[in-house]
């Protein structure tokens, strides 16, 4: 399936820039704490596991709504390194779904122009899953309508220590001095480093927490909480978040 234009029948680069602006509300990089699976199949009386196929369908979905609207990034929140308490099955259940998800939709992003780029220590997980990833990130590494980020096994904390030891050894190395670190040197360290800054962070599924997730680039960001199971939200539920960002001030700690 190949992405609409930005805006049918346009030439004008600036015309599309202001038709995508409209659509995002000004919003470049949106982040999302894919929330609700297992209660989206509870309360159909389903097995957990369709609930996480169907939040793959709504990953689908979601990535193609967000190219048409001219979102630059997209970071979803995939697999937590706190989910490896998770029963076994689930987790094999989950390794499988990204597996499937990878191997399905690479075609797509490729001939759409989406960069997968992945944050968190994926090389931790199994090795073929690692291959499917890197196969990935090489054969969409040029491609520039949109970055669409997965983050696995990712904790934010874990990411800022990762950031403060690269930093360390930069300090150690006599790269640069203690003094001299400043806050451009940490977001440069992070896994998130070429993306532009966050603007917004949507949860779903009504729980109001970010979970160690983007816990330094959210900083500054929206933040949008939806009591919509993740398996339900679509494009008319993005338009919302999008919408509710449109509508706010945003000061940056200013007047």
């Known amino acids: 399936m190949r992405l609409a234009p930005t805006k049918k029948g346009s030439t004008d680069p600036n ?28 309360k159909k009386h389903l097995p957990r596991a369709l609930g996480h196929k169907k939040g793959v369908e709504a990953v689908r979905n979601i990535v193609r709504v967000a190219g048409e609207m001219g979102i630059e990034a ?9 989910n490896w308490s998770r029963p076994a099955d689930e987790i094999t259940d989950l390794m499988g779904l990204l597996r499937q998800y990878i191997q399905s939709d690479i075609d797509e992003f490729d001939e759409n122009g989406i960069r997968l780029k992945v944050i968190g220590n994926y090389k931790a997980l199994d090795k073929d899953i690692v291959q499917l990833i890197d196969n990935a990130l090489e054969r969409t590494a040029s491609n520039d309508r949109m970055t669409l980020a997965i983050a696995l096994n990712y904790g934010a904390q874990d990411e800022m220590l990762r950031a403060v030891q690269a930093i360390a050894t930069a300090v150690k190395k006599g790269d640069v001095e203690p003094e001299q670190i400043n806050i451009s040197h940490m977001s440069g360290a992070l896994d998130t480093a070429e993306l532009p800054p966050l603007d917004l962070l949507i949860r779903t599924s009504g729980e109001l927490r970010l979970s160690n997730f983007l816990l330094w680039q959210a900083a500054y960001s929206e933040l949008y909480f939806t009591d919509v199971l993740w398996p339900d939200f679509d494009k008319r539920e993005l338009q919302r978040a999008l919408q509710s960002f449109g509508a706010r001030e945003r000061r940056f700690g200013g007047r």
């Open 74 to 82: 997209l970071t979803l929140y995939a697999f937590s390194s706190e």
């Open 15 to 42: 015309a599309d820039a202001a038709h995508a602006a409209d659509l995002t509300h000004g919003a470049r990089h949106v982040a999302i704490i894919m929330d609700g699976n297992g209660r989206w199949a509870k």
